[in-house]
């Protein structure tokens, strides 16, 4: 075993020096014991107790008893150039790994038992990790049967980035077909619209039509035919030549039409109806967190977690033990969840807790240095930004920074404005917040902060003064989306080009409303909860940048205002936080539909009347 791993230190059991010390004497054949005879008779000085020392396939090779020599050992098959690797490191722990040399350094580590260069180039694979190499780096850690590690993380990280392994991988079309079954039926993969699956299948089909057209019919069975819009199956699925010239295609192309008409029909139906393997969704990989809020003139301690494949909203299953709270501000740190400030109906706070959603935990932490409610919070490079807010007493214009690795808030440089029920985001690694309330008037401005120069600077104003408003840094720009301008709620949305200091107008939301929480997901923004002006809302709408349209989410659990949400990425206990009951989608929706067509028959007749 190698006794020398410690994190590759070159000080675990010599100095670093004395080490380069021996590798010097190596090179210039000093005190060298021993030899290694590689092919075509290319011999090799070295120091046996350095080698033994680090890999047990040398203390064995070294120790034997070869027509009476134990310091020479012969190996074939090895490359010079490996072999130089293998003992360099063993002299020096260090090894320059690269995409070109890493596999044959990997293999040569196994072979003479060098664990710690063995572990050095499975992590170095794993940082490598690309859209383009991850099925390559999956296939090479299946055959050296690195089930461990390699292996599961290669995977993992296939299925999580999908979508552009299927359109930028050219290794995607060159594995087996077991192999993309296992991909393509897998629950965790992440795609947002099934048809990737499909034309991935046709893609791979298409590198070599005449061999594989054949297994057009167990490639359909992987792809989710029910959750693929009715018109993209018949045009891009039905009708394919692959599918149309197949026999053994048909009863799979039936059974999804079959469905496909009774979704249609789904308002009519008077039985129950269990949603098909065919249409089950996919795990998500990344979750939308909701916390606190205010409920019916109240203040909650639930956290709601949105399944965007399912596209249901559950309750997470911690409380907050620390009891309710609204109009607080929230970051995400990894996979972890800071909740700052707010308030209780009583109390303004400027405690500070963490949800750590990998181990279920709460923790508190050091406290602000103010008491913050409507207070604007944001994560930069690992640090959480504290902005504004309300105290009980007065608006704030004072900034404070917590650092996770020290447990400490320190004040940084105040903003130029008095602002709380602002909103802040952070773009190009800058910090921009907007609006506010500054306890007479909305404001209608917006500043920005730069951590280089830890200057806060005006940028242009907004068209509409906006208090209670949200927004959501997204492919180089600020969304502002609704608030309240000292009238009225707002639904009407802008977007702030840092380049060129400009707002422009772009589409209204559906509803208007202030007080609520932003997310974006999917490549799509999330306006969730809020308070219109007359109740709190359970409504929850996505914004389609690329096709410039609002679309309906599923509501809430309850109706929430002055609640916040953050983005966990790439969950590993995600099915912790997803919608258990998947096989009774279909009949969900069959229900809601009865639900509201009794309504609106019930509406109907009492204007009547």
């Known amino acids: 075993m190698d006794d020398l791993n410690s994190g590759h230190s070159n000080e675990s059991c010599m100095s670093k020096h004395s080490m380069q010390n021996l590798y010097e004497m190596r090179t210039n054949n000093m005190l060298c014991d021993g030899t290694i005879t590689l092919d075509n008779d290319v011999v090799l000085s070295v120091h046996r107790p350095i080698l033994c020392a680090c890999s047990d396939y040398f203390k064995a090779s070294f120790n034997s008893v ?98 552009e392994v299927a359109t930028k991988s050219d290794e995607i079309v060159d594995i087996s077909l077991s192999d993309l079954q296992e991909i393509l039926q897998d629950d965790l993969l992440n795609i947002k619209d099934e048809c990737i699956a499909w034309e991935c299948a046709v893609r791979w089909i298409k590198y070599d039509p005449e061999e594989r057209k054949q297994h057009v019919p167990l490639l359909l069975q992987t792809v989710r035919l029910g959750i693929l819009q009715t018109e993209y199956f018949m045009d891009k699925v039905k009708k394919h030549e692959y599918v149309q010239n197949n026999d053994e295609a048909k009863p799979i192309i039936i059974k999804a039409l079959s469905f496909l008409y009774e979704l249609d029909e789904i308002g009519k139906r008077e039985i129950e109806i269990h949603t098909p393997s065919i249409a089950i969704p996919r795990i998500p990989q990344d979750v939308i967190f909701v916390t606190g809020g205010w409920h019916q003139s109240q203040p909650v301690s639930k956290i709601q977690s949105y399944d965007c494949r399912a596209d249901r909203w559950v309750f997470a299953p911690d409380d907050d033990p620390d009891g309710p709270l609204a109009y607080h501000g929230s970051a995400a740190v990894g996979h972890k969840i800071y909740i700052i ?32 409610c409507y207070v604007s919070v944001v994560e930069l490079n690992g640090l959480i930004y504290a902005m504004g807010g309300f105290n009980g007493e007065i608006r704030m214009s004072s900034v404070e920074r917590y650092d996770p690795a020290t447990n400490q808030w320190s004040l940084i440089e105040s903003m130029n404005y008095v602002r709380s029920d602002a909103h802040a985001c952070v773009v190009n690694n800058k910090i921009y917040i907007i609006g506010g309330f500054t306890g007479q008037f909305c404001l209608q401005t917006a500043e920005t902060y730069d951590p280089n120069t830890s200057k806060w600077t005006n940028i242009a104003s907004m068209s509409v003064r906006r208090s209670g408003t949200a927004c959501i840094g997204y492919n180089g ?35 208007q409303r202030s007080n609520f929480a932003i997310e974006v997901l999917d490549d799509m923004i999330f306006a969730i909860g809020g308070y219109n002006g007359l109740y709190t809302l359970p409504q929850c709408e996505c914004l389609d940048v690329a096709e410039n349209q609002w679309y309906q989410v599923t509501e809430l659990k309850m109706t929430l205002s002055g609640l916040k949400a953050v983005v966990i990425k790439e969950l590993p206990n995600v099915s912790d936080f997803i919608y258990k009951n998947r096989i009774n989608l279909i009949e969900e929706r069959r229900r809601r539909m009865i639900i509201t067509e009794f309504r609106q028959s019930v509406e109907s007749r009492t204007t009547e009347i």
């Not at 134990?70 to 260090?94: C, F, H, P, Q």
């Not at 400027?350 to 923790?363: F, G, H, I, K, P």
């Not at 989306?481 to 589409?507: K, M, Q």
């Open 66 to 163: 070869i027509n009476g020599v134990r310091s020479n050992i012969r190996i074939t098959g090895v490359r010079y150039y490996a072999m130089t690797k293998i003992i360099d490191y063993a002299y020096l722990r260090e090894c320059d790994l690269s995409e070109d040399n890493v596999y044959e350094i990997l293999v040569m580590a196994d072979y003479f038992a060098l664990d710690s260069l063995l572990d050095h180039c499975i992590q170095f694979l794993i940082s490598i990790l690309s859209p383009k190499n991850c099925v390559n780096i999956m296939r090479f850690a299946a055959a050296r049967n690195l089930v461990d590690n390699l292996l599961p993380k290669s995977k993992l990280y296939l299925l999580r980035n999908f979508e």
């Open 341 to 372: 400030g707010g308030f209780d109906g009583e109390n303004y706070f400027n405690t500070c807790r963490v949800y750590d959603t990998l181990n279920r935990s709460w923790q508190e932490i050091s406290p602000m240095h103010s008491r913050r």
């Open 477 to 511: 720009f600020v969304y502002a989306i609704g608030g309240f301008d000292g009238h009225t709620r707002l639904s009407s949305c802008e977007r702030y080009d840092p380049v060129n200091d400009a707002w422009t107008r772009i589409l209204d939301m559906p509803h």
